[in-house]
């Protein structure tokens, strides 16, 4: 059983970081696509980054462009997501997702984590 987890949530002014972490146990880590998504109130869930296995492919939606930066580390298992120049439209649920590679649909996803972001 593949077990996804966020953790790194919390409240920042604008203009603040905040680093989100994510865990995945239950396979091989350096099998998995993983990526970051996110969904605000009364709006739908939008990618926000995702990385390739090795971490040598990485894509940003525009709003975040150049202001977050998504890593991992094989040897310990975990991706990272480092969010800079916070924005208020920033705030949304965090959700971490990852799939095999043998797959087009985010087949493991973690709870969330809540990130808000104050002006």
């Known amino acids: 059983q593949v077990q996804v987890m966020e953790s790194g949530g919390g409240l920042v002014q604008a203009g603040g970081a905040l680093n989100l972490s994510c865990t995945a146990s239950?396979?091989?880590?350096?099998?998995?696509?993983m990526g970051w998504f996110r969904q605000a109130p009364g709006k739908e869930r939008e990618v926000v980054s995702c990385i390739s296995r090795s971490g040598s492919g990485i894509r940003y939606s525009d709003s975040v462009k150049d202001r977050f930066t998504i890593s991992r580390d094989n040897a310990k298992k975990t991706l990272n997501l480092q969010m800079n120049s916070l924005k208020p439209e920033d705030t949304a649920i965090y959700y971490c997702?990852?799939?095999?590679?043998?797959?087009?649909?985010?087949?493991?996803w973690g709870q969330g984590t809540q990130v808000t972001v104050s002006s």
């Open positions: 997702a990852a799939r095999h590679c043998s797959t087009v649909t985010w087949e493991y």
């Open positions: 239950g396979t091989t880590f350096d099998d998995l696509t």
